[in-house]
């Protein structure tokens, strides 16, 4: 099967179809066959009759859990390319490391890019070459794919692409996409911006993000004609072919970065900034449209306060409504907040100070070899104001529970949100105002205080299952057992509330324990 190395002419677009199975299951013959089938129907049959297809196969489960079955990969459209698909996919999943035959999974993905004319395929040899790996570069003490941006389909060499948007086209320009990719070898996260035109100049714009940080950024830039490309990062510019090869290295001596003395999260060490981690348990009632058909009865919030664990529960058989309940959740959540603030100032207060008095040294040191230097110390970030509180696929029903009540606890100006492009949550922002003593000056000062409410899933892009799995150390104290969502209803809270907070809190452990290492 061939691959895509070359710059790509008469490409028309990039499309997605997802094939929705009707009972959940594990990937086999069977399945792979009717998709492939049900696929071609519904979009190649009478439409690209004189194409071919750049095309890359996922499977998905229930719980968000997307794994890749191929790299990006040529066939035709013709009777003779679904048995050879298939072939191709059962020989993937030969290969693939364990794990892949024993998911469960409720649907399949197909993304596939459209090029104009038919290409020569030899239908015998469906055996994956899958050891070819696309080449890295280490710039300082980052890894970086060499991807060529010679077209479209090079994009999918990144990883796995979990989100395709569409830009206005400019003058001059033919293609203009935006990509966020899941990166194949970490936790990283690309965002690719691929413009140009694709008889002249194409270009690739790649930040790289880790812990919802931007933390490198480079561009690549292609003339079409040539068999060279060249990325720029910083006053470094690198050269290499079509196929990954590096060539040479150049360097603009009049461009300097200037290396900022404080780590890039602050002055404060991750692992001493506080947060909480919250979940929602519901049941289903019998009316209603999709979101007043769910119920919640618990939320739980957990931290981790001065090594000892903290934590609180809220169940519905206590309160006389689900609004109720929630509303007096984050009440004691600001409390919380309110308390543990005025406490960690203290320690930001001394931290920053220490590193003033750093700063300040390491100013008097510079100026004696430039005296014309003027470093500008970092701007003190009140880090201590700010609460973060983490859920787990808090983008869809959590989010709206939540929201109901803070529009009940706060004025809209209070609160701020931000949503993706589907309308669902990435962050919802709450402030309010405390007095602060001053003990320096005797003065009252009001300071603003935050809580931000974040979906770990956009951080982690994983069951919080797996998750925990990777993230204990082995510890399987920190992995929940099972627990029945389904028997819980209106007429059996009071049965299985001991049970139910139990099985809650130790989610909320869990991804507590996930988070902080990660953020270590």
């Not at 070459?129 to 890295?136: R, T």
């Not at 290295?249 to 919250?278: A, H, L, W, Y």
């Not at 110390?377 to 009140?382: E, G, L, M, Q, V």
Request: proline share 2%; net charge positive; glycine share 4%.
């Amino acid at each position: 099967m061939k691959k895509f190395n070359k710059i790509n002419s008469g490409y028309v677009d990039v499309f997605q179809y997802t094939f929705f199975m009707e009972n959940e299951g594990q990937i086999n013959k069977t399945l792979l066959k009717t998709a492939i089938k049900n696929f071609f129907e519904v979009r190649i049959n009478n439409k690209w009759d004189d194409h071919h297809l750049g095309i890359l196969v996922r499977i998905g489960t229930k719980e968000r859990v997307i794994k890749s079955l191929t790299s990006l990969t040529k066939i035709n459209t013709g009777e003779k390319d679904k048995e050879f698909l298939l072939n191709y996919l059962l020989h993937v999943l030969e290969y693939k490391e364990n794990g892949y035959e024993d998911l469960i999974i409720d649907k399949i993905f197909f993304t596939y890019l459209v090029f104009k004319g038919q290409i020569e395929i030899n239908y015998n040899e469906t055996k994956p070459n899958l050891f070819k790996k696309v080449p890295h570069a280490n710039y300082s003490h980052f890894k970086i794919p060499v991807v060529s941006p010679s077209g479209i389909d090079q994009i999918f060499n990144y990883g796995d692409v979990l989100l395709l948007e569409d830009l206005p086209l400019l003058e001059g320009q033919s293609i203009n996409k935006n990509f966020v990719i899941q990166a194949k070898t970490n936790n990283g996260i690309f965002k690719v911006h691929h413009y140009g035109n694709e008889e002249t100049v194409l270009i690739n714009k790649v930040s790289i993000f880790k812990k919802s940080m931007k933390i490198l950024e480079f561009i690549d830039k292609i003339n079409v004609n040539e068999s060279e490309w060249t990325r720029s990062i910083n006053s470094r510019e690198y050269v290499y072919n079509l196929e990954g090869e590096f060539l040479l290295m150049t360097q603009n001596k009049n461009i300097f970065k200037r290396i900022n003395s404080t780590k890039t999260g602050g002055f404060m060490p991750s692992s001493e900034r506080d947060f909480v981690t919250m979940d929602f348990e519901t049941f289903k009632h019998t009316s209603g449209d999709l979101l007043s058909n769910l119920v919640p009865y618990l939320l739980v919030f957990y931290s981790i306060n001065k090594g000892e664990n903290d934590q609180s529960s809220y169940y519905l058989t206590d309160f006389n409504s689900p609004d109720e309940m929630i509303n007096r959740a984050l009440k004691d959540l600001i409390k919380y907040h309110k308390v543990n603030a005025l406490i960690n100032k203290k320690k930001y207060d001394f931290a920053y100070d220490q590193y003033l008095k750093e700063f300040n040294e390491k100013v008097a040191y510079l100026k004696l070899k430039d005296p014309t230097i003027n470093p500008i110390p970092k701007k003190y970030r009140d880090d201590w104001a700010h609460l973060l509180v983490y859920a787990h696929n808090f983008s869809s029903f959590d989010g709206s529970f939540l929201l109901r009540s803070l529009l009940a606890l706060f004025s809209n100006n209070r609160i701020k949100i931000l949503w993706d492009k589907d309308r669902r949550f990435i962050s919802i922002k709450v402030s309010f105002i405390i007095n602060i003593l001053d003990e320096k000056t005797g003065k009252r000062t009001k300071k603003t205080l935050t809580i931000t409410f974040l979906d770990s899933f956009r951080l982690l892009p994983a069951s919080l299952l797996k998750l925990t799995k990777s993230f204990s150390n082995n510890d399987d104290s920190l992995i929940n057992s099972s627990f029945d969502h389904n028997k819980i209803n209106r007429s059996n809270l009071l049965e299985h509330k001991f049970e139910a907070i139990k099985y809650c809190l130790q989610d909320c452990m869990s991804l507590h324990n996930v988070i902080n290492i990660f953020n270590q």
